[in-house]
Structures are given as C-alpha cells and as structure tokens.
C-alpha cells in the first residue's frame, strides 16, 4: 500500500520532541494490558523513555512525516536486525503508516544483507501482532519478560521474519 504524501527519512534533531510525543501518545492509547499500565509510577517512567529515546539511542531511527507533520516513527537497535520500536500516533493509526515504516526498514535490513527481522510486543496487542504478520512476521516465542521502561515484567511475543531465500 503506498500512502499519499507520506515520507519516510531518517531522524533529524528537530524531530526529537516529536518521536517522544509521538511514542507515548500512541502507547497511552493501548488498552491497558496489564494494571502496571495503570501505575502512575509506569507511566511516568515511560514518559521519561520516550521523551529522552531520540537523544539517548545509539541505533538508527525513521521519521514518518505527512504533510511536515511526524505521524508514527520506527526504530533499529540493540541488533542490526532488530526492530525495538514502532509507534504510530493514534490520530494516524489504521493508515498504512506502521506498514510502510515496518516494511521501510526490514529492506533496509534485507539490503545490508540480514537474513532475518526481529520484534517484539505485548502478547496481547492484537492489533500489532495482526499487523506484523500480514508483513511476513511469525511467532517464535510467548512468554513473560521483564520490561526495563516499565520496570515490571510483562507477557510479551517475539516475532521474526525471514527476509533472503537462503
């Protein structure tokens, strides 16, 4: 799916303040998966990751802009091809963004010549697993992880895609 006018480029420092508004717009949105995403010490703590992510990680991350205005953003790190972060805000969700960031960046992958793509999510975030399989995405393991953001563990899908035939 191609979405008119979207433009995906890579992170500037203007965009900074964006990726953290963005991120924790589209996280609060979520169903509360478990109480911890009710805590006010959780969520402050998250606010805080998100406000200082652009800044502190040492990985790559894409803007999605529409119309000059960042509307979801994704985020490489930890690993080449491991994909730690998607965000769409939720005035943008449903669009086909998360699709074009999420496709963006695994021939990004594909390119450097990486035979996989990794991610992972809640367990019960249905609506990014959906997503993330109709990309190509599998299930490799569910279970419990610790979440260093939210300092609490959580139940959690890792995914992965193959990306080469080889």
Partial sequence: MVVSGLVIRPIAVADHQA?????????????????????????ARVRHDFETFAGMT?????????????????????ARNYLSD????PDHQGKGFGKALLLHLCEAMRNE???????????????AIRLY????????????EFSKSMG???????????????
């Fill in 19 to 43: 990726v953290g508004t963005v991120g924790f717009a589209a996280w609060a949105a979520n169903d509360p998966y478990e109480d911890s995403y009710r805590d006010p010490g959780v969520i």
């Fill in 58 to 78: 040492k990985g790559e991350i894409v803007i999605a802009e529409l119309n000059g205005q960042v509307v979801g953003w994704a985020a490489r790190q930890t």
């Fill in 86 to 89: 998607l965000w769409v805000h």
């Fill in 113 to 127: 010549g990486l035979v996989t793509a990794r991610l992972d999510t809640h367990a019960r975030n249905g609506g």
């Fill in 133 to 144: 399989e109709r990309c190509g995405f599998t299930i490799i393991w569910h279970g419990i």
């Fill in 152 to 166: 609490v563990p959580l139940e959690k899908v890792h995914l992965e895609k193959r990306l080469t035939d080889r």
